[in-house]
Structures are given as C-alpha cells and as structure tokens.
C-alpha cells in the first residue's frame, strides 16, 4: 500500500518535502491558512484545506483518518498545540491507519549552552516561552504516538534558509545586516536537507529525536560576508549586538550559544546534501536558483 500524506502546516519546508517524495508517496491533503497559499498548494499538487487551529472543517476529517503518515509543521500556541486538541476533539486520537508522525521541531529547546555542542541526550533548558512550548508538544506528540503505536521522528530544525530565503535575497533588498557578538555562533540547515531527512526518516519509519542541522555553527555575519563576496558586492558595515535595533525576539535568539551535533542523523544512514553555509551559498549563486518563488508564497 502507497504512503498517504497528510501535512499539517504545508509551508516552506514541508513543500520541499512534498516534492520530494512525489511518485513514491500520495499526498493526501496540506493544511494552510490563507486562500492565497491553498491556491499555491493546489498548483504544486497538494490538496489544500484552509486550517486555522480552530477545529476541522468540511472534508479535512474524512482525509485524516485515512493518511497512514503524518508530518506535523504548525508551531504551538499559548495553549499547546491545537492539531493534538483538534484530533482528540474530532474523535480521531490516534487516526486508525497511521504508520509514521514527522514533528517539525527546532534545536531552540536545549536553550543557551555558552557555546558547547549538544546532542538529542544534552540537557534542555529552553529560556523562551516558545521554546518552552515547543518542548511541552514533543512531549505531547510522544504521548499521541504511543496511543497510536506509531514511531514518531521528532527533527530538531536549527535556522533554515533556501531559495528565496537566504543571504542573498537580504543582500538585494537591503535587508541585510552584518550585526557582531563576539563569540556568537549559530547552525542552520538548508531546506533540501530537512525534505531528505524527512523522507529518510520516513522510509525508515524511524522513531526517535533527531538535530537536522549542517555540520558548521558560524557566526551570521560570516554567512553574510560570504553570500557578499560570491555576488561581488561590498558587505554592509559591521554593527555591534549592544547597538543593533532588533526585535525583542531577534534579539532573543542571540541570548543563547549552542553547536548542534549532527551525528545521530548521519549514523541513520543520511548523508547531507549541504554540509555547510559555502556550499549551499555556491550552489545557490551558480545556480541562480536563490531567488526562488514569490515571496507570498514562501510563508
């Protein structure tokens, strides 16, 4: 029997993942919240449901019930996750058919580790509320898939970035900024990578936590001078953290400092396609694939 997919959350990366498994795999359906991006999911060939966390509507229920895999890529609320709440409420805890649950997690949970590389064993003390969130619903996911008797790939996803999304199109808009901590570093992942480990989890039906992530922390404003020089502009000036404008939450990500290891991934058997920020950076630019879609249709 063909995998059905159903994707809970069929954004940027999850896309990826659905063009990737297309023809060994049916996609079933992909939630969304807006009519703008259902009409971009229908293009790509995923069957859009308009989902807002505020129960199931119209067919949405009929389709999930009979996904044997599900990938999860919707960030929780102030009151948990609403896909768990809304299943549970729709009498549909655990779905009878399912085989195999993808969570979309982020390497945010293990909090500030003042540099040291962590591991899926290393302690995790998230400092913001939505890390914290994001640790209580693997836990609840945990609890999901064991009623369910299903594994469950739990990816922790460091800093994405791809075509349309990346240093490039910072640099082009203006955008960029080239802002310096002094001991700050941070990983990141490029999107292809997160569609191959899924599909690589997948296959394996594998259940456990797993760091998707490159195998290079960096500082940000390296990747920033990089991407510069590749297209043969002057970077922008050097700004010191203390004096950068930031967003509460920008500023948020630069109080904590982790590596995230990369090597219970690899021993599973995957092999990154973009081991670091210059590889992908170079494909990119030669490519000219860094551009990507429109941006409405990247959210």
Known sequence: MSARVFIFGAGYSAQAFAAGIAGEAEIVGGTTRSVQQAETLA?????????KGEGFKGD???????ATHLLVSIAPGENGDPV????????????????WIGYLSTVGVYGDHGGAWVDETAECRPRSRRSRRRLETEQAWRGFARR????????????????????????????ARRIVKPGQVFNRVHVEDIAGALRHLMRM??????NVTDDEPAPPQDVIVYAAHLMDVAPPPEIAFDEADMTPMAR?????????????????G???R????????????ESGVWKGEAAANLL
């Not at 949405?60 to 009979?66: A, H, K």
């Not at 008797?149 to 990346?166: H, K, T």
Request: glycine share 8%.
């Open 148 to 175: 369910a008797q299903a594994p469950l790939s739990i990816l922790r996803l460091s800093g994405i970035y791809g075509p349309g999304r990346n240093a490039f199109v910072n640099l082009a808009e203006g955008r």
């Open 84 to 99: 768990l709440d809304d299943l549970q409420s729709a009498a549909i805890d655990p779905p009878p058919a399912l085989a």
């Open 274 to 285: 973009y081991p670091d920020y210059r590889q992908a950076l170079e494909t990119m630019w």
């Open 43 to 51: 293009r790509k060939g995923i069957r859009p449901f308009l989902y």
């Open 252 to 268: 948020s990500f630069y109080s904590e400092c982790k590596r995230a290891a990369n090597g219970k991934l690899k021993a599973s």
């Open 205 to 210: 039906r594998a259940d456990g936590i797993y």
């Open 60 to 66: 949405i229920l009929d389709v999930v019930r009979r």
């Open 270 to 272: 995957y092999r990154l």
